[in-house]
């Protein structure tokens, strides 16, 4: 059971490795920078359920600002609807459901 919390936090550092520094990550779950790269390189065997906790909770809020700058860029193309075609409209809106999808199956 704890593996799959690990393979899981696994993936959430990944995630938040795309927009954030390892230190910058450390910072915010409260953790040293040595534990991030351990579960970046999937070198813990468990993880606290403190650490998951902040982990997931900072997974969300860094899903939810994505949804936030979609939501900001769908309106910006909407505004200048003439120039832009019907595909990017359509993966825009296409991305920001997807998101919030995510964020519905993981508050169950």
């Given at each position: 059971?704890?593996?799959?919390?690990?393979?899981?936090?696994?993936?959430?550092?990944?995630?938040?490795?795309?927009?954030?520094?390892?230190?910058?990550?450390?910072?915010?779950?409260?953790?040293?920078?040595?534990?991030?790269q351990n579960l970046w390189r999937g070198r813990l065997k468990a993880i606290p359920v403190?650490?998951?906790?902040?982990?997931?909770?900072?997974?969300?809020?860094?899903?939810?600002?994505?949804?936030?700058?979609?939501?900001?860029?769908?309106?910006?193309?909407?505004?200048?609807?003439?120039?832009?075609?019907?595909?990017?409209?359509?993966?825009?809106?296409?991305?920001?459901?997807?998101?919030?999808?995510?964020?519905?199956?993981?508050?169950?």
């Amino acid at each position: 059971m704890s593996e799959t919390y690990v393979e899981q936090s696994k993936g959430y550092v990944r995630l938040l490795g795309r927009r954030h520094e390892p230190n910058a990550i450390a910072r915010l779950l409260r953790i040293s920078p040595g534990t991030v790269q351990n579960l970046w390189r999937g070198r813990l065997k468990a993880i606290p359920v403190d650490i998951y906790m902040r982990l997931c909770e900072a997974v969300s809020n860094e899903l939810r600002a994505e949804i936030g700058r979609l939501e900001h860029e769908l309106a910006l193309v909407e505004a200048s609807a003439p120039g832009a075609s019907a595909g990017e409209m359509a993966a825009m809106v296409s991305q920001i459901e997807g998101m919030k999808r995510l964020l519905k199956e993981r508050a169950r």
